[in-house]
């Protein structure tokens, strides 16, 4: 096999630096661009396709749930969205703000909606009334800005786009069973259909989102031990009920205040399926999510070439996203091309292919070439399809298994960071003080508290006293 730089020149090598390997393949797989705004980037159609992809799947399952697409206002008036103090508090330094309209100084301050709890909230104290109205189950696809100091394309960036779900409910009891029912559903998009591995639990305190009751997390570990929030979903109780004089008439005519859950899945998760996934050559697509699942590449074509080539993706086109390149470039450039866009399958087709009534299909995630008579091609695609698909989840399990590791004290934590990246399982005392010093001595961070907890000593990792509960720590993006 020719030398990985043969291939790829472009693309830096992902051992030798991670972060421009990341964003070499942004860049050269045409995901994304820069733009003139600060922080902002342009996703370009390719990258757009994957995005489009995941919410025609995950508003799917919400629809199926009952949820109902709206929208809310891009602006937010400041005297809006100081109404829940510990809101404002977290978003602060983040907030973007418009102050003239025209040639006009705006009497009041509008943010740019950097979340949109507060809309939804000064909407339901208007339109909640009575126990009958409730649940109401809102979901908007939109963008959002926060002024971020350091961004990166899809991972952080000033402007990015997202759905944030917004419920309200009668009882404290349903809307904690919608923060987890939600959760459920993110880890089914994520795991089955996006191929990344995750771990599930709670946010700490500090880690929580601001302004909510709890906060519920998917954690994913990237190709370099590096932690990735892939999604959140947040339980408000009645705190914004409580600031937004959300009430209703239960069925004995007492008023009640009403209960509330937001939850969001971002144009994020797509810098972690690049970051999970990808290899020195590019991208490396999980079919479900792929906008071309099979290209098709006809070889020193001739009519009767390009003939079968139409005919195979005529047949393919019934299930299959698939596409064929008729251009001049050399094959050894589009096989190069498409390997770096990820496409999970590759079919070459040329007259001594023909002769023999066959082609070859090549798999993006283990290179393995498949001869296959072209009567089979339909069903072995479909097969290959799931196999990979399976394939790209195992491996990222395997690799996020491999870097679970365990301390009981500080040394062992220490060590275990420094010798290799990855996640660290250790007890805590639940002191907000032992995990800023966690934090400021090894820049790891409570990812979260595992739904599945386990006893792995008496004592907290750092102070020594007596442990509360088991948390997964790590380095983020």
Not at 67 to 76: C, R, S, V, W
Not at 239 to 259: S, T
Not at 260 to 287: C, E, F, N, Y
Not at 414 to 435: I, S, T, Y
Request: glycine share 6%; hydrophobic share 40%; charged share 25%.
């Amino acid at each position: 096999m020719a030398n990985k730089k043969d291939f790829v020149k472009e693309i830096t090598a992902r051992d030798d630096d991670f972060a421009k390997w990341y964003t070499d393949t942004v860049l050269k797989a045409g995901m994304a661009d820069y733009s003139p705004v600060r922080g902002a980037m342009i996703i370009l159609p390719y990258g757009y396709q994957i995005w489009e992809n995941i919410k025609q799947e995950f508003d799917g399952m919400l629809k199926k749930t009952g949820h109902e697409d709206m929208t809310m206002p891009l602006l937010i008036p400041e005297s809006l969205l100081v109404k829940e103090s510990e809101l404002i508090k977290g978003f602060a330094p983040e907030v973007a703000w418009v102050t003239q309209g025209g040639t006009e100084k705006l009497q009041e301050r509008l943010a740019i909606r950097p979340t949109s709890e507060v809309l939804f909230s000064d909407y339901y104290a208007r339109a909640v009334h009575s126990y009958r109205d409730l649940p109401l189950k809102y979901n908007q696809w939109v963008s959002v800005m926060r002024w971020e100091k350091t961004t990166r394309p899809f991972l952080r960036t000033s402007e990015f786009y997202w759905q944030e779900g917004h419920t309200v409910h009668a009882t404290a009891q349903e809307s904690h069973d919608e923060t987890l029912s939600v959760l459920d559903m993110y880890e089914k998009v994520i795991n089955q259909f996006l191929a990344i591995p995750t771990l599930k639990g709670q946010k700490t305190e500090s880690e929580k989102f601001a302004g909510a009751y709890q906060t519920f997390t998917l954690e994913s570990m990237m190709a370099d031990g590096r932690a990735l929030q892939s999604a959140t979903s947040h339980d408000f109780n009645d705190k914004f009920a409580k600031a937004f004089n959300i009430k209703y008439l239960d069925n004995k005519g007492k008023q009640q205040y009403a209960y509330q859950t937001s939850w969001g899945l971002s144009t994020r998760i797509i810098g972690g399926l690049i970051m999970v996934h990808g290899d020195d050559r590019g991208l490396k697509l999980p079919p479900r999510v792929a906008p071309t699942q099979v290209v098709i590449i006809p070889i020193a074509p001739n009519e009767e070439v390009l003939q079968a080539a139409t005919e195979i993706m005529t047949d393919l086109q019934a299930d299959v996203r698939v596409s064929m390149d008729q251009s001049d470039k050399k094959p050894g450039w589009k096989f190069n091309e498409y390997e770096m866009r990820g496409v999970p399958v590759r079919l070459e087709i040329g007259p001594r292919d023909l002769k023999q009534q066959q082609v070859v299909l090549v798999r993006r995630d283990t290179g393995e070439k498949i001869v296959t008579p072209i009567a089979d091609v339909h069903t072995k695609v479909n097969e290959l399809l799931e196999e990979i698909q399976a394939n790209l989840y195992q491996m990222a399990k395997d690799h996020l298994d491999a870097n679970i590791f365990t301390a009981t004290d500080m040394t062992e934590f220490k060590k275990q960071l420094g010798n290799h990246r990855g996640f660290v399982k250790a007890m805590w005392c639940g002191d907000p003080k032992c995990e800023a010093a966690i934090h400021s001595e090894t820049k790891a961070t409570a990812r979260c508290l595992p739904f599945k907890q386990e006893q792995l000593s008496d004592k907290c990792v750092y102070c020594g006293k007596p442990a509360k509960k088991l948390v997964i720590w790590a380095q983020a993006y």
